[in-house]
């Protein structure tokens, strides 16, 4: 079973709608940070968040962008209103305690039309 | 700037061969991990280095922070190798030294690795 688990694997969606995705642990995950990968280029950090709360962000999570961990358990990221340039593979990342690497999810596949 | 520099960006090896794929970062990290992203994009995390070597199976990872470089290598490498292997580094922030987490970490562009048999 894999640590991290997220939903949708695809999706796709026209410019303007919101989106949220899904990042699912399997438990004791303390921190939890998004990653997006655009095609060809390389990964980039988007946000860190640690007990609740957004401890660090890149220059790309603007205010189109939030986080939140609603039933303690689901990890999530939302866009508010897409843009093409949205389109990539995000990617959601977990520690877990008394474990030094990270450990990443298969990655969720937006694309904006 | 803070750079992770990869080298090769592309490797075709026979299967058998000794792999070695190296990282090079700009200034000083708390972290560094070696990941490993298959065809379908899933990221797997291989090691997280601070110092040292680590060996898992038949991969290797080491590290030097004076030169501020690691190596990644793979023995006896197999078709199943075939990947994008990617350097990620925490560097530190201002001064303040942070976990080695997953915390804002600057990747690499990735080395395409294919194993023919």
């Known amino acids: 079973e894999p640590e991290v688990t997220q939903t949708p694997s695809h999706q796709v969606t026209q410019m303007g709608q919101e989106v949220i995705l899904r990042c699912v642990p399997i438990s004791n995950h303390l921190y939890f940070y998004w990653y997006r990968q655009i095609l060809g280029q390389k990964v980039e950090f988007l946000v860190s968040f640690y007990n609740n709360e957004i401890s660090e962000k890149s220059e790309i999570f603007d205010d189109q962008f939030s986080v939140e961990r609603p039933d303690g358990s689901n990890f999530t990221l939302k866009i508010r209103s897409t843009k093409l340039e949205d389109s990539a593979m995000y990617f959601c990342?977990?520690?877990?305690?008394?474990?030094?690497?990270?450990?990443f999810g298969q990655g969720t596949r937006l694309t904006v039309v | 700037k803070n750079e992770v520099e990869q080298s090769p960006q592309n490797l075709t090896a026979q299967e058998g061969e000794f792999i070695t794929i190296n990282c090079s970062y700009s200034v000083g990290i708390s972290a560094l991990h070696w990941l490993q992203q298959h065809p379908g994009g899933g990221i797997v995390s291989l090691f997280m280095?601070?110092?040292g070597k680590k060996k898992h199976g038949r991969l290797i990872a080491t590290i030097n922070i004076q030169e501020k470089h690691s190596s990644l290598h793979i023995t006896a490498s197999h078709p199943r190798d075939s990947a994008v292997y990617i350097c990620?580094?925490?560097?530190?922030?201002?001064?303040?030294?942070?976990?080695?987490?997953?915390?804002?970490?600057?990747f690499g562009k990735g080395t395409h690795l294919i194993i023919q048999p």
């Open positions: 990342a977990t520690l877990r305690l008394g474990r030094p690497e990270a450990f």
């Open positions: 990620a580094v925490k560097f530190f922030w201002g001064g303040r030294r942070s976990g080695g987490g997953a915390d804002g970490l600057t």
């Open positions: 280095l601070s110092s």
